[in-house]
């Protein structure tokens, strides 16, 4: 018996010259399935596939023909207007991707209506838009420097009647505001960052390195407030924030820092209002 | 006499299990196949029908679940997406390329979620 199952290689309790054919019988199954999987793995057809998955819009658009970006409240630079950039850009994409007719009217004087109503958030609306601002506050210019500051101005988004009377100024469009901080900003700290060096034998290698590093940037933190022209309500509230940090020693413009961060929530803004196709690559297995 | 009926039936049974099992996988390749060469030409809608008949066929075949999923994700029905992708993955979990493809839905279907505020 034990002859006969040594011949067909079944194991027998663990003890003397077994152990080796085992070790060995279990090396070559591993191998196997190894092989097999390596057989099966490049035997895996498949090929890549272009998609665009379609995302629906947040709002849906298909009462308004018009839409009307009224301006901003804004603050926190003097190189750039965030205000006039930002109802220039949104305009501007809007138009090109021929998302509703774009009102093209001046900008509403939203800081000036906001302090004129600020001691009652519910006044009815100025009779003109250009606002009647004091004579001694003419000159002075509005600071903002956060968010903080911004609240004093965020009751006149909620003006009903005002934005109502707008709307039926401008043939009830899609009203688009809310308010835009463009603020420099400073951090310091330690980044990982790459270094490159050559080991003993000249190979090139690349080593995660931290250091302290000073640095400097811009934080663009803007709400959207889309408002219905026909009831003056607002109908969605979006607010996005993007920052960019360059080495202090470089010098970049304010204005081209704040077009790569509006580059950046264009596309969120854009789906709001339209469907958006997102392109990609996918396998399909055979 | 019984029992040897039984057996007899039991070993048939036994032995042609694989052998349908495999005319089943033929068949849901053939789809899976057909399916793939519409879908290159732009015809979504019948790749879908193709893969759905694969998935019907043997419902153990990774790929037509795999291929379902990315068809759902093209047409912007991405719960349907979800489910195939999964399906797919748990019949095949390690498969590095559902996981890829699965892996790029999620991003577009969070991205989609946060906007539904889900």
Sequence with gaps: MTARLRKTGASLPAGGREKPTLSLRRRSLASLSLALLAVATACTSYTEIPIETPIQPKLDTS?????????????????????????????????????????????????????????????????DQQAVVPPQEQDKAPVINDEKDLEQYQHIFANVAYWKRIGEEYQQPLIVTGAVLFAPQQRSGFVQREQESYDPFGRRVVVPVRTYMERKGFVLRPTFIFIDGRTGETLHTETFREEILYNASQQTPALSSYFELMDRLLPAFLNTLSAQKIKGTRTLLK | MQFRSLAFALSLALVSAPAAWAGQRGQAKEQVEFGIQVAQRGLWKEAIYRWERAAQLDPTYAAAFNNLAVAYEHEGQLSKAREAYEKALALEPNNALVRQNYDLFKEINDRAAQKDGR
């Design chain 1, 63 to 127: 009462a308004f023909q018009r839409i009307f970006i009224a301006g901003f409240i804004a603050g926190a630079n003097d190189d750039v207007d965030a205000n006039m950039e930002t109802v220039r850009l949104l305009r501007s994409q809007l138009r090109n991707k021929g998302i509703m007719r774009v009102i093209d009217a001046d900008t509403l004087p939203l800081m000036e209506l906001a302090k004129q109503n600020g001691a009652e958030p519910n006044a009815p609306p100025v009779p």
